[in-house]
C-alpha cells in the first residue's frame, strides 16, 4: 500500500530550464507535505514543504505546488542548475512522528 | 551546528547476527526516527522515539528495536539478521512537535551476508 507515489524514477533537464517533479498520495488525512534532496552517500536535505491549508508555497528556486482535489503535489526548480542533480524524495505527514516518503526522482540537469 | 550523526557508516554482518546501529541528534533536538531504505525503494518508517520514549512504530517486526537515552541518543537493534535487511538505515531528529521538518544524517549501510 504505496501512499505516496512518484510515478518518473528519472528526469532529465536542461541548465537553466524548469523542472518538474510530481508526487500523488492517496490518503486524504495527510496535513503537511515535504520535498527532501538526497546526493550519493548523504542523508536527505529537507528543502522546502508546504501545509495542506496553502497551495503553493515559495522559496528562491524552489516552488511547492499542492492541489487537494487531485491529491497532487509538484515541485518546480527554476532556473535549473547542475548541482541540483540529485534524488528528490516526496514525504507526507499524518501527524507529527512519521513521514510517509514517495520513492524518489532522479533528477539530471545538463549543462 | 553539529548535524545528525550515525555510526558506524558501514557494518557487515552475518544472517542470523544481531546488528546495532548508533545515532545522535542535532543538539537541542528531543525526538528521534528510525527509516530503512532498501534498494530502489523510498524511506521506509521504522521507529520514533521521544523524551526516551517509543512514540510509534512502522510495519516492522518485533526484532526491529530500539532505545533512546537520557541525552536523546539512540540505538536501533536489529536481532536474527535476514538478507533482506541489507539496506542505508537513516536517522532523523527534530524538535519535540515539530516531527515534520525532520533533519537526517547520513545514514548506515547495513550489508547481510
Known amino acids: 500500500d504505496q501512499q505516496v507515489k512518484q510515478n518518473s524514477p528519472s528526469l532529465s533537464v536542461q541548465e537553466g530550464r524548469i523542472s518538474i517533479l510530481n508526487c500523488d498520495y492517496t490518503?486524504?488525512?495527510?496535513?503537511?507535505f515535504l520535498w527532501y534532496k538526497k546526493y550519493p552517500a548523504e542523508g536527505p536535505t529537507f528543502l522546502i514543504s508546504i501545509s495542506s491549508i496553502k497551495d503553493k508555497n515559495e522559496d528562491g528556486r524552489f516552488t511547492v505546488f499542492l492541489n487537494k482535489s487531485a491529491k497532487h503535489l509538484s515541485l518546480h526548480i527554476v532556473p535549473s542548475q547542475p548541482g541540483d542533480s540529485a534524488v528528490y524524495f516526496c514525504a507526507a505527514s499524518l501527524n507529527v512522528g512519521q513521514l510517509t516518503f514517495g520513492s524518489g526522482t532522479q533528477l539530471t540537469v545538463l549543462p | 551546528e553539529a548535524g545528525v550523526t550515525q555510526s558506524p557508516t558501514h557494518l557487515i554482518k552475518t544472517r542470523g547476527q544481531q546488528a546495532t546501529l548508533r545515532c545522535s541528534p542535532i543538539?537541542?533536538?528531543?525526538?528521534v526516527y528510525w527509516y530503512q531504505q532498501a534498494l530502489g525503494l523510498g524511506l521506509q518508517f521504522l521507529l520514533w522515539?521521544?523524551?526516551?520514549?517509543?512514540?510509534n512504530r512502522g510495519n516492522f517486526p518485533p526484532r526491529f528495536s530500539g532505545r533512546q537515552f537520557p541525552n536523546y541518543s539512540s540505538e536501533l537493534n536489529v536481532n536474527a539478521l535476514e538478507l533482506e535487511d541489507s539496506a542505508l538505515y537513516l536517522c532523523?531528529?527534530?524538535?519535540?512537535?515539530?516531527?515534520?521538518?525532520?533533519?537526517f544524517g547520513p545514514g548506515t549501510r547495513l550489508t547481510v551476508t
Open positions: 543538539s537541542g533536538h528531543t525526538s
Open positions: 490518503n486524504s488525512m495527510f496535513d503537511y
Open positions: 522515539y521521544d523524551e526516551g520514549e517509543e512514540r
Open positions: 532523523a531528529s527534530s524538535y519535540a512537535g515539530t516531527g515534520n521538518q525532520q533533519y
